[in-house]
């Protein structure tokens, strides 16, 4: 008679998967520094300082990644068993999924996206992806009691990056590395796992049915597909993928805070040379979200520049947005040619700018401007995401194919992405000013494929006729004629007309409440410096008193 055993797993508390378990071996790769780094970076980085709920970090992303990783390879081996996947197998995904994110640096995004490009320009194209390999080979190399043949490592490396070519078994199991890093259609339990964690954190009560998800994946032809029933769960994965992009990772302040972070990472590397060690795995081990606080910690004169930036962060005094427009997708290179910090600068010192202070136009300089456009979609940029998966139905288990719109919902979108174009300024004396600029700017654009002396028809509302009457436009251009560029009808085509919802006084410096209350009770102190002391105002007290006492006779 056999004795009851107490399973030898590790059991992990999740506040999105509830219990996680994992195996003896999974956890030896846990219990490894570079695994225990992902303590120190936030998931959504920057986002914390604008969502304080957003506090998670890679750490247990990783976890529930691996967790979904294992449950979808355990469901298409027990569903389909011809598929011949084994629990060996199995590891491999599960350990991909855990160690997918092992190369994320401080800031998660900001850092690969952002900083290294500007910090190392010259050096070859690299992202944390690569990072996380890098990793994962000095993990192994370093910690020898890790069991896990060559072979295996090149695989579970292979599956990270989604590339099915990397290793022997993408000829015979393509469908196993559509799993953690899906690029044929970007269904994945990454998105799966991040989707939910981050709207959990931030307070977004979002539903994107994952377990279902899991359970209607089949593989046909080598591809996971799913239940054509499933397919608006599908499409809401995406848009709750364009949702917090556009909402809560692209928010505003956290952009301007990301700026903010940029500066310091930037003004910092010339003198402590972190970048230098995205290539370097002892050294990245150290690179965490802490290097703000080492940065804020130095003495140096040279860094002083960025300890001033870190206290703004600090003390909310942020970089400012004084503009918005939401621009089609195919627009992108064409703003980002001539809507330009010169642009801008140029426009506010040439352009006789009615209503702004001269000497504020004379201080102005390019590095007070930041121009951010961003690409807003659903995962596959401008096309339907919905076309690149393939379904199956109950009736025909065994064949997919691709659904139509009217499969789906006549109720989406003609275009599945669109360009954000924001304007910040660096200090917010300049808000007016800036604003003023940039809109001339704006008005002053040919129309994207506007040919020069082509006269074209824009729509205008006229304060005495319908809004669809259209007045001719002159293509001339100038820097210092203003002509005008009036919005058009709310409709799918997007205008270069002015944001109404956005309109500063050309001479205004500041729109935070916070930041006018704190100015207001600096000058009531002011004031109160300057009060006559040998005749003091009457206290609370004083007053109560002579109430009582009631007037002199």
């Not at 000058?523 to 007053?543: F, V, Y």
Request: charged residues 25%.
């Amino acid at each position: 008679m056999t004795e009851d055993s107490i399973p030898n797993k590790r059991i992990f508390k999740d506040p999105v998967h509830d219990y996680v378990e994992y195996d003896p071996w999974i956890c030896s790769f846990i219990d490894t520094p570079h695994f225990q780094r992902l303590r120190y970076v936030k998931q959504l980085g920057i986002s914390y300082y604008v969502y304080p709920g957003a506090s998670h970090n890679r750490f247990e992303h990783c976890l529930g990644v691996g967790h979904l990783a294992r449950m979808m390879a355990q469901h298409l081996q027990k569903s389909q068993p011809s598929l011949g996947i084994t629990d060996e197998h199995i590891r491999c995904v599960e350990l991909a999924g855990l160690c997918h994110d092992l190369g994320h640096g401080p800031w998660s995004h900001v850092w690969d996206g952002h900083f290294i490009p500007k910090a190392l320009p010259n050096h070859p194209k690299w992202s944390h992806e690569q990072a996380s390999e890098m990793m994962f080979d000095d993990m192994v190399k370093k910690y020898r009691s890790l069991d896990i043949s060559p072979e295996d490592v090149e695989t579970v490396k292979a599956l990270i990056s989604g590339r099915k070519e990397r290793c022997k078994l993408g000829a015979t199991m393509p469908f196993l590395f559509e799993i953690v890093a899906n690029d044929l259609n970007g269904i994945d339990v990454d998105k799966f796992d991040y989707i939910a964690r981050d709207c959990h954190a931030v307070g977004e009560k979002r539903n994107i049915a994952m377990t279902r998800l899991i359970h209607s994946a089949r593989v046909i032809d080598g591809q996971i597909c799913y239940d054509i029933k499933d397919a608006n769960s599908v499409y809401e994965l995406f848009y709750t993928r364009f949702s917090l992009h556009k909402n809560i990772y692209n928010h505003k302040t956290t952009r301007a805070i990301e700026y903010m972070i940029m500066d310091v990472l930037l003004i910092a590397e010339k003198h402590m040379k972190f970048a230098e060690y995205i290539d370097v795995p002892e050294k990245y081990l150290h690179l965490t979200d802490d290097l703000f606080h080492r940065i804020n910690m130095t003495e140096s004169e040279d860094l002083e520049p960025a300890r001033t930036i870190i206290h703004r962060i600090q003390t909310r005094d942020l970089y400012r947005r004084v503009d918005y427009k939401i621009m089609d997708w195919d627009d992108k290179e064409f703003c980002q040619a001539h809507i330009t910090p010169e642009a801008i600068v140029h426009a506010a010192k040439n352009a006789n700018l009615e209503g702004v202070e001269q000497s504020l136009v004379a201080e102005l300089t390019i590095d007070h401007v930041i121009v951010d456009v961003s690409k807003m979609h659903y995962g596959r940029g401008v096309d339907n995401p919905i076309y690149q998966v393939k379904f199956y139905s109950k009736h025909e288990p065994n064949v997919c194919r691709r659904a139509e719109s009217g499969d789906v919902s006549l109720l989406m979108p003609e275009k599945f992405g669109e360009l954000l174009l924001r304007i910040y300024t660096k200090e917010e004396r300049f808000m007016g000013l800036v604003q003023t600029a940039y809109r001339h700017v704006l008005r002053t654009l040919p129309m994207p494929g506007e040919a020069a002396g082509i006269v074209t028809i824009v729509p205008t509302p006229p304060a005495t006729e319908a809004p669809s009457t259209p007045r001719a436009l002159s293509s001339t251009l100038s820097f210092g004629v203003p002509q005008s560029r009036a919005s058009r009808p709310f409709g799918r085509t997007p205008s270069y007309s002015d944001n109404q919802f956005t309109t500063l006084p050309p001479n205004c410096q500041s729109r935070s409440p916070t930041r006018i209350s704190s100015r207001n009770l600096k000058r009531a102190r002011e004031t109160s410096i300057e009060l006559d002391i040998d005749n003091p105002p009457p206290t609370r007290k004083s007053m109560r008193l002579a109430s009582v006492s009631g007037p002199a006779k």
